[in-house]
């Protein structure tokens, strides 16, 4: 009986081991299947994520080398510079609470400028402008200026600056050609917004805030 046993269990002893040996094949391409699912998902997810890269176009829109000085006179003769400090270029998240959010690429320049605040001296820093690309690929520009007791911003698309009309401004005999006239976004109550003037070739040459006039008078290039 025991030989009669034996005999059966070595008659089925390969197919025991044919079996085994198929387990183990489909467990290793079950997990490279779950490998190539979870790739094909990740690199999905990736090639969702976009960065909006600034075109070398758009950097034409800035006038400045990054370290002039802009000394302003106003209409009560007071004077006051905005020191420009370079340029920094970087990345922010489109969306900081999504998993893979879009990257958009800011191009900065940074000044020192008077405290617009009368009840404190002194300089702080700032940005004089700045250029950076969103989601929709359009090119946006926001201004952020500021003289002794004013201070505004404007933030607007490439397109919209393009479309503002060009006039003229003369300031102490010096004719400018190229001006663009915008306001500010922020509007304080029962004051009215302030007014810029840009130029395309020299950058801010005049702000209007209510009752007082700044206008550039020179500008140092070191």
């Known amino acids: 009986k025991n030989t009669t046993y034996n005999n059966l269990y070595s008659s089925f002893a390969p197919f025991g081991k044919q079996t085994h040996h198929t387990r183990n094949v489909r467990a290793h391409i079950n997990r490279m299947y779950k490998k ?130 060009i006039t003229n401004l003369n300031i102490n005999g010096k004719l400018y050609n190229d001006i663009k006239t915008f306001t500010s976004d922020i509007h304080t109550k029962g004051k009215l917004p302030e007014k810029y003037y840009w130029s395309i070739s020299e950058g801010l040459i005049g702000i209007d805030d209510n009752d007082v006039k700044w206008r550039l008078i020179k500008k140092y290039v070191p």
């Not at 690429?105 to 690309?133: A, D, V, W």
């Open 36 to 165: 190539v699912i979870l790739l094909i998902f990740i690199a999905g997810v990736v090639s969702c994520n976009r960065t909006y890269k600034i075109d070398e176009s758009d950097l034409e829109l800035i006038p400045y080398s990054g370290n002039e000085s802009l000394v302003f006179k106003s209409s009560k003769n007071e004077l006051d510079t905005i020191f420009l400090k370079g340029f920094g270029q970087f990345e922010v998240d489109s969306d900081p609470l999504e998993f893979f959010p879009d990257k958009l690429e800011f191009y900065r320049l940074t000044c020192k400028h008077s405290n617009p605040n009368p009840k404190y001296k002194g300089y702080i820093e700032n940005s004089l402008m700045q250029i950076h690309r969103f989601s929709d690929s359009q090119t946006y520009i926001e201004f952020e200026l500021s003289l002794k007791g004013t201070m505004g911003s404007c933030n607007m698309s490439k397109t919209d600056f393009e479309k503002i009309p």
